[in-house]
Nanobody, 122 residues
Framework: QIQLVESGGALVQPGGSLRLSCAASGSIKSVGLAHWYRQAPGKERERVASITFDGITSYTEPAKDRFTISRDNYKNMVFLQMDSLNTEDTAVYYC????????????????WGLGTQVTVSS
């Protein structure tokens, strides 16, 4: 059983910053590709940023030049530093990790956290 837990969401004023964390625990042999997604009220879930095991990153347009994704492979954690926040960033933020689990060499499977609320408002 693998669990992902996000933290760090809060109410922040426009122009402010937040750092989200996501920790994976359980029967993990390795963590591969990881993502941050977000879902605003009434909208579909959208990908925000991704990072490979080796630290190669990619961002979607809303996150470019403002958000930074990083990871700690030893702790099975992924982070999202968010700067210059605006009201359009208000959403529930989810992390997703592809984890290798199971008996023997195991198999890869995608896991999701339950999300953390980010509200940007004055």
């Amino acid at each position: 059983q693998i669990q992902l837990v996000e933290s760090g969401g809060a109410l922040v004023q426009p122009g402010g910053s937040l750092r989200l964390s996501c920790a994976a625990s359980g029967s993990i042999k390795s963590v591969g590709l990881a993502h941050w997604y977000r879902q605003a009220p009434g909208k579909e879930r959208e990908r925000v940023a991704s990072i490979t095991f080796d630290g190669i990153t990619s961002y979607t347009e809303p996150a470019k030049d403002r958000f930074t994704i990083s990871r700690d492979n030893y702790k099975n954690m992924v982070f999202l530093q968010m700067d210059s926040l605006n009201t359009e960033d208000t959403a529930v933020y989810y992390c997703s990790m592809r984890c290798r689990t199971g008996p023997g060499w195991g198999y890869w499977e995608d896991f999701w956290g339950l999300g953390t609320q980010v509200t940007v408002s004055s």
